[in-house]
């Protein structure tokens, strides 16, 4: 019958039309998957920039978006001007291990036995301090010349020295305690954090005259912490920095932070993570910070960690290495949001100009493992598609 032929005929019609385009969408994903051979490189978010060295790399400052500055140990400083993809070695002047960069208008360094360089654009001046221990990290909340800045150092035995006026007074006696001190940073003259062995957290709105003890969230008290960072707001009529918020790691995958709207408000209630979530997914060391604001920051540590979170530390994106498998990463450093740097143990070093993010994971693109859980996922917006046509 006429109606049956033509259901019939209609109904074959939009069988082959839909075979037609089940056989185009294939061949587009084939022409469009790309095929990778052995030999090309998958790009994971970070490029390899090693430096030619046996030596460890123990921090690194991003001095823009292509250009940085890596110490480590026997007094070694590496400059890259290229992304990591040369590095030439520069003349420290000294032997000792070099431990920490900062800058504030110029790259000061800290090393054992009191080491303490400063860079004045062609090469590196001496001011260390005479009698100081091993220093492990610095602080610069002021510089406009050596004679004028005001910088912190901390290191072994509870020590604190601070250079004002032109000279280097010792704090050790304020600072209540004789562990060491492996991390220190000021977001202005005179309010800082000061974390180190053994779960010290310790916190001074003074300029360091006086210290007081932030007792460590209970679970982490025989953790040791490796780097703490102060978050600051700076409003139209500021002179300086208020803090805002404090974050320390170390030991075991440790991430806590403190926020708040004032110095006292900061460093008593603790952010931790929960008894059935571990955000940093580690139980390796976690060893440095740098971010571009307290909800995106970075964090490097033992084990080919590296680690993006952009919602303050809530949850982080795994930005490990395949080709680091092993190494240790010490420092990292990013000049904004997406440029930064990253070293470790034996020159390894890092690079990325994408916030280290693999592009195959970006939230722009959904990943499937083979074509039918594509096919899946697509058949019913295909078949809308055609029965709205």
């Given amino acids: 019958m006429l109606s049956d032929k033509y259901s019939s005929g209609k109904k074959h019609g939009r069988t082959f039309t839909i075979a037609v385009c089940s056989l185009f969408l294939a061949f ?12 090309e490189e ?37 400059h890259t001007v290229n992304s ?3 590095w030439s070695e520069q003349d420290s002047g000294v ?14 360094v800290a090393g ?4 303490v360089l400063i860079n004045d654009g062609d090469s590196w001046i001496g001011n260390s301090i005479e009698g100081a221990g091993n220093l492990y990290d610095l602080s610069v909340p002021h510089f406009e010349s050596l004679a004028d800045s005001v910088i912190f150092v901390s290191g072994t035995g509870g020590e604190i020295w601070k250079w004002s006026n032109n000279t280097w007074d010792d704090l050790s006696n304020f600072t209540g305690t004789t562990n060491d001190i492996y991390a220190i940073d000021f977001v202005n003259e005179d309010e800082g954090f000061a974390v180190g062995a053994d779960g010290l957290i310790i916190a001074t709105i003074d300029g360091g005259l006086s210290w007081e003890i932030r007792d460590s969230p209970e679970e982490f008290r025989g953790f040791s912490f490796y780097d703490v960072t102060i978050f600051g707001y700076k409003g139209p009529s500021d002179d300086e920095a208020s803090p805002v918020s ?3 790691v170390g030991e075991n995958g440790t991430v806590i932070q403190s926020s708040g709207t004032g110095p006292t408000a900061i460093g008593y209630i603790w952010k931790v993570p929960s008894e059935n979530s571990h955000p940093t997914n580690t139980t390796s060391t976690l060893k440095s910070i740098s971010g571009s604001s307290r909800f995106k920051f970075w964090i490097v540590g033992d084990d080919n960690f590296v680690a993006l979170t952009e919602d303050g530390g809530s949850s982080f994106y795994n930005q490990s290495q395949l080709q680091n498998a092993g190494s240790d990463f010490t420092g990292v450093s990013f000049w904004d949001g997406y440029s930064g740097f990253a070293v470790g143990e034996e020159g390894t070093a890092l690079y990325t100009d994408r916030e280290g993010l693999d592009p195959r994971v970006l939230d722009t693109a959904i990943s499937y493992d083979t074509f039918w859980k594509f096919a899946k996922y697509a058949f019913p917006f295909l078949k809308e598609g055609m029965y709205n046509t």
Avoid at 28 to 39: A, R
Avoid at 43 to 66: E, H, K
Avoid at 112 to 115: E, I, K, L, V
Wanted: proline share 3%; hydrophobic share 40%.
């Fill in 84 to 86: 990591g993809v040369n």
């Fill in 28 to 39: 587009i994903l084939l022409l469009f998957t790309p095929s990778l051979t052995s030999e």
């Fill in 246 to 248: 404090v974050l320390i």
């Fill in 95 to 108: 032997i000792q291990d070099l431990n920490a960069i900062e800058f504030n208008g110029q790259a000061i």
């Fill in 112 to 115: 054992d036995s009191g080491t």
């Fill in 42 to 78: 998958i790009d994971t978010g970070w490029d390899q920039a090693p430096i030619s060295t046996d030596n460890d790399l123990n921090d690194v400052l991003a001095l823009n978006s292509t250009s940085a500055f890596a110490i480590g140990e026997n007094g070694k400083i590496y």
